[in-house]
């Protein structure tokens, strides 16, 4: 079941062939995680699905209040029997009519709902090898920095990652610094230092990302700092680790030739689950 507009309705055949962000990736998205029945920073979810409507000049609902979308997302989770632990993707998109020039700037929303098999984060002890991606680069902007439903970069990226047998790429800005992975913000380690790119390098303004920055403040003896990271630089880091709201940390184990630690991780993630 999804909830198309507050009403619960079967997925199959919902797409309208003039959907606009089928057609155009006219629409902002939200990706969030519900455990015990309540989701998961909804505050920080919340404050950036709005500003990414404005910023894509969307006219916002008088109804899209806090409360209202927690309401309905905690509906379609309860009606799709995952309201313990579930992923969740809030997609907002404009209405149809017009071409490049939409002829209304209203929109309508889709929720969908799915069981995920743990309440909370974990972090396996799989390999995980990672490579830049140079086949495209990310806009150093505003636009780049919120969930867009134009994600072709990150797609085309996975199928490099998959082509290669590795698990995870690394996304360039076009300056060519390391901003994030296909999937999540980039951490770096190096020496008593943790080092993230600001988001005006174009990364994503990612809602975890928020969380760690946080944390690592009051770590003693652990500095943290937003700053341009050069692929040079991925070499002399002794770890790496990528944050999103499913995963919450993943480690990188490997960069070519180069293996990493995952000790920071692993007490980063523990921090983590406290908080949930």
Not at 186 to 214: A, H, Y
Request: net charge negative.
């Amino acid at each position: 079941m999804i909830n198309y507009n507050g009403e619960l309705l079967p997925s199959k055949g919902f797409l309208s062939p003039s959907n606009r962000s089928f057609l155009y990736g006219d629409g902002v998205f939200e990706t969030l995680k519900i455990v015990n029945n309540k989701i998961l920073f909804l505050e920080d979810h919340y404050f950036r699905l709005m500003a990414s409507m404005r910023i894509v000049r969307m006219q916002i609902p008088n109804n899209f209040t806090l409360e209202f979308i927690e309401d309905q997302i905690l509906s379609t989770a309860a009606a799709n029997d995952c309201e313990d632990s579930a992923r969740i993707r809030f997609t907002v998109y404009r209405n149809d009519g017009g071409f490049y020039t939409p002829e209304t700037r209203t929109v309508s929303y889709v929720i969908q709902a799915s069981k995920l098999e743990s309440k909370y984060y974990y972090i396996s002890d799989v390999a995980y090898e990672v490579d830049l991606y140079k086949d495209f680069f990310i806009a150093k902007q505003l636009l780049s920095t919120i969930k867009t439903t134009n994600k072709m970069i990150n797609i085309t990226g996975s199928i490099f990652a998959q082509e290669n047998d590795m698990q995870n790429c690394l996304l360039l800005n076009n300056e060519k610094n390391v901003i994030e992975a296909s999937n999540g913000n980039l951490f770096m380690l190096m020496d008593k230092v943790l080092i993230t790119p600001p988001i005006e390098d174009g990364c994503l303004n990612g809602i975890i990302r928020k969380q760690v920055l946080s944390i690592v403040r009051k770590i003693e003896g652990l500095e943290v700092v937003e700053k341009s990271i050069s692929p040079f630089d991925l070499q002399k880091a002794s770890e790496l680790f990528i944050t999103n709201i499913i995963s919450g940390i993943e480690p990188i184990t490997q960069y070519r030739k180069k293996n990493y630690g995952t000790e920071l991780a692993k007490e980063m993630l523990n921090k983590l689950n406290e908080l949930i």
